[in-house]
Every structure is written in structure tokens, then in C-alpha cells.
């Protein structure tokens, strides 16, 4: 089903942002003005669209830069929820006290009452909101029951006028999200072939055929990629050393954006720029490695390729 008619929005280029630099960490130290400023005026010129993930600090700032610099992007923006439920199959945690679970969902309502504020505060930049990120996926260290996503997405769509989803990985929407999937307007999957072991000759078919195996059980819903991407470098540790580079990740990026704009997807490329916060203390965590942009904004591969083209072209 047509994105584009669901979301009310033309075809564009998407990409997930989190503006965090060497240093700053949610809850810790963000993004000033002037950093987000510069960040989204590297962005304008090459991406429509962008993901932001939580309703804190970093995202309000966001928000403000646009408005006030009259950027031509528009937001995908998300509340980031708690973990309501224990989850012993994670295995980095997912595991907390019943006082801190309860806890969560106090905070979890707060974060959506957020949402539509936001949502309406901005509604000019805000094109869509999302209720969550990977929290019912099997792996999830904040696990969130399915039937807590649909009173979330209620609350929402009573509060808000933009279209409403929920980003997860594709694998739970074949089965455990069937009972949300007539909630929501649209459905937002994840995809990451580098992540399950493929390499980069036949990264973009099982990128494809993830999407399609969403796409094909809901032919009346749209379906929206909302991250998918290739790393940069890693330590081992959940993805082969050898099966990431930049070389590797130019190639899949360009393939990405090719199949999306010939298919007619919406796609979140993950990520504009590297996070060293992320994942552990080891600086080849592959966590801190999905940018196409070095956490000191200097481009990779993909995208010094991307400038001297557009160079060339003026």
C-alpha cells in the first residue's frame, strides 16, 4: 500500500538522527542550538525526512532549530518507552525490580502525553509519531506487552492528528504485533542483514525479503522501513570484523536507496552519525559505528562520493 497517500507526504530521502557527540549522552550532556544547527545543515541537502526517537532535551532542540531556521525537513518523532515487563531471554539485561517496572509505567504515560504535545505544538514539522522503539522484539531489554503498545497508540491518536505506528524489528510483526497492526496507520519495521550474518552480495535480497514478508501478510497497511543500515566497524562481537567497512556499507546504501525509490518505500537509512555513547566501553562496539558521518561530522565514504558528486554537478 502507498506510503505516501497514508502519510500525506511526497517521496523523499529518510534518515535516523541522534545528534549525541564525544562526550554527551542522553540524561548526561546534549546537543546545544548551534550543534543541532550545524547538524541540519548538513542534512537539508540530502535527506527529507528524519527519525527522532525520544520526546527529551535533544529532540525539543531539534524541533526548535527547524522552526526557527525554516529548514525544509520534516520529523518522524517517537516516545521512547520503558520496560514494563521483565525479559529473562535478553541477553544484556532486561531484568529490574516490580517497584521499577511499576515505576516505568507511570513514567511511559508521561512520555506519551509528551508525544502529543509535541505533536500538536509542532504540527507543522511532525508528520508522524511513534509509540515506541524494539520494545516486544524477543532481545529487548525494555520489554513492553503488546496490549500496553495499543493503549499507547489509543491514547495518541485521541491526542493527535498525525498518523500513528510502532518501530520494531521485522521478525515480531509476522506474528506477536498482528493484534496491534489494526491500531496503527502504518506499520515501521526494522531491518539489518549485517546484523543476521549476511554479507554484502546478497545483503539488499534479505532486505527485501524482510520487507516483503511484513508487506505480503498486511497488503492494506503501508509498510515503512524505519531503520536499516550497515556498520562501519565492530569488535566481534555480534558481527563478523570482516563484514563491515565503509567500502561495504557505500555499496548497500546506494543499493538501499535505489530498490526504496524504485518500489516506492520509505526508508530511514540508520544512522546520519556515529554515537560513541553507545553499547559498551570498547571503541570497535559495532553500536558506535552505523554513521555516515563520523561523530566529527567528517564524511564516510558513502558520502564523500555523495559531496564530490554533487560538487562536480554545481
Not at 35 to 62: A, F, M, N
Not at 90 to 119: H, M, R, S
Not at 239 to 251: F, G, K, P, R
Amino acid at each position: 500500500m502507498n506510503y505516501t497517500k497514508a502519510l500525506k507526504i511526497e517521496p523523499g530521502n529518510a534518515i535516523c538522527y541522534s545528534g549525541y557527540r564525544e562526550g554527551q549522552r542522553p540524561g548526561v550532556a546534549y546537543p546545544d542550538y548551534d550543534q543541532v544547527k550545524e547538524d541540519l545543515l548538513i542534512l537539508k541537502d540530502h535527506w527529507k525526512y528524519i527519525r527522532l526517537y525520544d520526546c527529551g532535551p535533544h529532540s525539543e532542540t531539534v524541533l526548535k532549530v527547524i522552526e526557527e531556521e525554516r529548514l525544509d525537513l520534516k520529523v518522524m518523532l517517537g516516545a521512547y518507552i520503558e520496560a514494563e515487563m521483565n525479559n529473562f531471554g535478553c541477553p544484556w539485561g532486561g531484568t529490574y525490580p516490580d517497584e521499577v517496572l511499576q515505576e516505568n509505567k507511570k513514567v511511559n504515560l508521561n512520555k506519551i502525553d509528551k508525544l502529543i504535545g509535541f505533536a500538536n505544538k509542532y504540527s507543522d514539522i511532525i508528520f508522524s509519531l511513534s509509540v515506541g522503539n524494539e520494545a516486544c522484539v524477543d532481545w529487548t531489554d525494555h520489554y513492553v506487552p503488546v496490549e500496553s503498545v495499543i493503549k499507547y497508540v489509543r491514547l495518541v491518536k485521541a491526542g493527535a492528528k498525525q498518523p500513528v505506528t510502532f518501530c520494531e524489528n521485522y521478525v515480531p510483526w509476522l506474528h506477536k504485533l498482528e493484534p496491534l497492526v489494526a491500531e496503527i496507520d502504518f506499520i515501521s519495521i526494522h531491518t539489518y542483514p549485517v546484523w543476521e550474518y549476511q554479507n554484502i552480495l546478497n545483503a539488499l535480497e534479505y532486505t527485501k525479503s524482510n520487507y516483503y514478508s511484513v508487506a505480503h501478510k498486511y497488503p492494506d497497511k503501508p509498510v515503512v522501513i524505519t531503520e536499516a543500515g550497515w556498520a562501519t566497524n565492530s569488535n566481534g562481537r555480534g558481527i563478523d570484523q570482516e563484514n563491515v567497512n565503509e567500502d561495504l556499507q557505500d555499496i548497500y546504501y546506494n543499493e538501499l536507496v535505489e530498490w526504496s525509490k524504485q518500489d516506492n518505500i520509505l526508508t530511514f537509512v540508520f544512522e546520519a552519525f556515529d554515537e560513541p555513547w553507545k553499547g559498551s566501553p570498547d571503541p570497535n562496539e559495532p553500536e558506535k559505528h552505523w554513521g555516515l558521518f563520523k561523530v566529527d561530522r567528517t564524511p564516510k565514504l558513502v558520502m564523500q562520493k555523495i559531496l564530490e558528486k554533487n560538487h562536480q554537478n554545481n
